[in-house]
């Protein structure tokens, strides 16, 4: 992760995710987590990619911080990880993030992650959003709301199941 070339920081980051299994062994997630704070954002965004997908739960502090980089792939991509390893105390600051946006890629990945850790403190905004414009948007309150075990918007949901016109959210 620390090689001069950046290809090959890419590439180890990249290949640890395609090949490792949970658990990671702890000298491996502390190189991941560690990588959240590499100068490259590259590299950042690549290490919270493979820390959710991995499940790397003790980067969540970490990630939570990364929500705030400077650079957009890198708050994206910590927003996704933090809802892969269902982190329940990031619910806060993800609804926080998803206030901010609102709308776009900002929105669909702070949605997206409260959505996998389906907290009920989260079942008003997926509520809210099932009729959402963005597609991105309803898929992850459809999601949430099904993770949350949430049944007062079945109707609703069969309905979108049979109608709506994106085929991801269907």
Wanted: glycine share 8%; charged share 25%; proline share 5%.
């Amino acid at each position: 992760v620390d090689d001069d070339s950046r290809k090959v920081r890419l590439e180890a980051i990249y290949t640890l995710g395609t090949i490792a299994r949970p658990p990671l062994a702890e000298a491996d997630a502390a190189a991941l987590t560690k990588a959240l704070d590499h100068f490259d954002p590259d590299v950042r965004a690549a290490a919270a990619r493979v820390i959710g997908r991995l499940g790397v739960a003790s980067a969540g502090d970490a990630l939570v911080t990364a929500v705030n980089d400077s650079e957009p792939a890198v708050r994206y991509a910590a927003m996704r990880a933090l809802g892969e390893i269902r982190m329940e105390r990031a619910v806060e600051a993800l609804t926080g993030q998803f206030t901010f946006y609102g709308r776009g890629e900002g929105a669909a990945s702070a949605l997206d992650a409260l959505a996998r850790i389906a907290s009920p403190a989260s079942v008003p905004l997926f509520r809210e959003r099932l009729a959402d414009r963005d597609p991105r948007l309803r898929q992850a309150a459809a999601e949430g709301l099904g993770r949350a075990g949430d049944t007062s918007e079945i109707p609703a949901l069969q309905i979108g199941a049979g109608n709506d016109g994106s085929p991801a959210v269907r």
